[in-house]
């Protein structure tokens, strides 16, 4: 099945697809909590994920990445 998205970066392409209501349902937490992304992924690469999830700025407060694991 093909990827919903794809995001160019300096090295390589990101592809994925994002669950249904997922933007949604972000929105809506955003309302009563602060929210935060936690990946044990790079932060370079977190950033262009939620970046596209968060694209008015407003529901994602921060990504916790793999520097922040112990």
């Known amino acids: 099945e093909p990827s919903e998205v794809s995001i160019s970066r300096e090295e390589d392409t990101i592809r994925f697809n994002i669950r249904p209501h997922c933007l949604s349902f972000l929105e809506r937490i955003s309302n009563h909590f602060e929210v935060y992304v ?22 994602i407060q921060g990504i916790l990445s793999r520097n922040h694991c112990l």
């Not at 936690?38 to 529901?59: P, W």
């Open 38 to 59: 936690f990946t044990a992924s790079t932060e370079d690469y977190a950033e262009k994920i939620v970046g596209h999830l968060n694209a008015k700025r407003k529901t």
